[in-house]
């Protein structure tokens, strides 16, 4: 009743529990482990080499269309992956997975389950690789929706900030992920990353409480004492645990309603700033850490920190932990195939 194509097919399914595994850490800490990868990248080029065995020389025309899918995959996907991590598209385990697939599923395998095959329709490309980017998009677009659907339920749906970001009581920032939508100036899709204000604090040895309660006499740069280990801003780790801001290298980075300040309040802020050559010892923070902080300068910091503390509620971009729809996009592609290319056919367009 149960029948597997071909044993490399059979090994390849291991990449389910792994993703499904990563799609959980994403979620919950939106940090992967780099050896998650190391095995599965391993295994893909043992695979790859076993297949390759029986395609050379290339005889006939299945051999050399094997061939050209598996340079599509190696050759396309690999390099594609790199260049949206670099984009800023995806973060660093998502392009190292998707480089894993480009490997270890390059072409579509096949599986008999009580006589029916899967997966159940192949592309005419028949790169698996590509069929599980063109899934995860797919299923990722969902996301916007969910984001809009859980700010009404909350009462603060505004549009079109609703579809990609949440407001959240500044408290909750201390274990939120992704970064501020907002700057003192206003809305902005480039506010501070909340793993850099969590370096921050660490570094200064104060929580966030600590920062609110006396944001004037801490804006003075001169109230800098003894720092610390910054982390790289994790939310599940401790100042103690150690770290520098992650690049591609160790792991890779996934509800209050008060009334905002006035703008009283950020022009006695701005006057405060003034007063100072480093207010909140920003530039200093950032000269004394390895990397960049997640992007950030000594301006978007203090923005980021006049914002923390002169209001209560604040709209965060949460960001997509894209190993999510990832893994549900592998699955898909596993059982049925490609999401896209089924529609284009329905249409009549393939």
């Given amino acids: 009743m149960f029948g597997i194509g071909t044993l490399p097919d059979l090994l390849r399914l291991v990449v389910l529990p792994v993703l499904a595994w990563t799609a959980v850490r994403d979620v919950r800490t939106r940090r992967v482990p780099n050896v998650v990868w190391y095995p599965l990248a391993a295994l893909g080029l043992v695979l790859l080499a076993w297949e390759l065995l029986g395609h050379l020389p290339p005889e006939t025309v299945l051999d050399r269309l094997y061939l050209i899918r598996v340079g599509v995959s190696v050759c396309f996907v690999v390099p594609l992956s790199y260049l949206f991590w670099r984009l800023g598209g995806f973060g660093g385990a998502d392009a190292k997975a998707l480089m894993v697939f480009a490997v270890l599923l390059p072409t579509f395998p096949s599986y008999v389950v009580a006589g029916t095959e899967f997966p159940l329709a192949a592309t005419r490309l028949g790169v698996f690789s590509m069929t599980i980017l063109t899934n995860t998009v797919i299923v990722g677009l969902a996301y916007p929706l969910f984001l809009a659907a859980r700010n009404l339920a909350d009462g603060e749906f505004e549009f079109p900030i609703s579809f990609v970001g949440r407001r959240v009581s500044v408290g909750s920032l201390s274990a939120a992920h992704g970064r501020l939508f907002e700057s003192p100036e206003g809305i ?26 006396d944001p004037d006499a801490l804006r003075d740069p001169d109230s800098i004492g003894e720092t610390f280990d910054p ?41 405060a700033d003034a007063s100072f050559d480093d207010p909140w010892g920003a530039a200093r923070f950032l000269d004394s850490i390895e990397g960049t902080a997640y992007g950030t300068s000594p301006e978007k910091l203090r923005g980021g920190l006049e914002l923390v503390t002169t209001r209560e509620s604040v709209w965060i971009s949460p960001g997509i932990p894209f190993l999510v729809p990832m893994f549900v996009g592998l699955v898909v592609a596993f059982v049925y195939g490609d999401i896209l290319f089924g529609v284009l056919g329905a249409l009549g367009i393939v």
């Fill in 231 to 271: 982390t790289d801003g994790a939310v599940h780790r401790a100042a103690t645990d150690g770290g520098a801001s992650p690049d591609l290298d160790d792991e890779d980075a996934v509800d209050g309603d008060t009334a905002a300040a006035g703008a009283g309040g950020d022009t006695a802020a701005a006057d």
């Fill in 188 to 213: 902005t899709r480039n506010g501070l990353d909340l793993d850099a204000l969590r370096m921050y604090l660490r570094w200064r040895g104060l929580t966030l409480a600590d920062l609110r309660s």
